[in-house]
């Protein structure tokens, strides 16, 4: 299953820089997660700072 970035992304891009799979990129107003590429590893969720990202 995927990660999801919800609302409280701040845009400070620490989630791109732990993504081993390159499936976070920044959006329109936040950073979304590609879920196609997502492989599930849970780095991202875990370099958020604002816990913005979870499981969908």
Known sequence: MA??????CISCG???????CGAI???DTQYVIDAD????CGACE???PVEAISEE
């Open 3 to 8: 990660y999801k970035i919800d609302e409280k």
């Open 14 to 20: 620490a989630c791109a820089d732990t993504c081993p």
């Open 25 to 27: 990129s920044q959006g």
């Open 37 to 40: 590429t997502c492989m599930s």
């Open 46 to 48: 875990a370099g958020c």
